[in-house]
């Protein structure tokens, strides 16, 4: 198991983007949430989301949402908050899915973050927009307070803007 390990962080350290998606995809499937060399990965997967490739940085978002435990949040959730803003909208969209984990994972590791979810149903790119609808109903479903009165006309704005598209 542990020459598995070693080949899994080695080819998520790989320069070849095929190696680092399918060592990732490797660690997420054969090592436990609790094993030594997940840990290892977080710097890794911090480094991938500073990258200034979209692929790699979709890769590294990609492999957040199934490596990253409880005690990993912390440690990469402000590069992930920070990727909310950049220029493709397909690492905006990845980032409101990583952080749709980390609700499901842990409610309160996200719990601050109501106005980068308003942010992110008003983005420019429809893709965005529809992922963070399912972070905004999880979180209605767990308390009503984020719909306010506000937030309740942004969704109306949103819908009579997509009405005429139809």
Not at 58 to 85: E, F, G, N, R, S
Not at 86 to 94: A, G, L, S, T
Request: a positive charge; proline letters at 4%.
């Amino acid at each position: 198991m542990v020459n598995t390990a070693c080949s899994c962080f080695q080819m998520a350290a790989s320069t070849n983007l095929l190696h680092k998606r399918v060592g990732y995809l490797t660690a997420g499937l054969c090592l436990s949430p609790d094993h030594e060399f997940r840990m290892m990965l977080v710097n890794r997967l911090h480094k991938d989301m500073e990258s200034s490739n979209m692929l790699i940085a979709c890769t590294a978002l990609m492999a957040a949402c199934k490596l990253l435990t409880v005690d990993m949040i912390p440690a990469v959730l402000p590069q992930v908050v920070k990727l909310l803003t950049h220029d493709r909208e397909i690492v905006r969209k990845k980032a409101v899915m990583v952080l749709h984990r980390f609700h499901q994972i842990q409610p309160a590791s996200v719990a601050d973050l109501g106005g980068k979810f308003r942010q992110a149903l008003c983005d420019r790119d429809p893709s965005v927009m529809g992922a963070s609808l399912h972070v905004l109903h999880d979180l209605a479903r767990v308390s009503c307070v984020c719909l306010s009165i506000g937030f309740g006309l942004r969704f109306f704005c949103l819908f009579v803007w997509a009405a005429p598209c139809v």
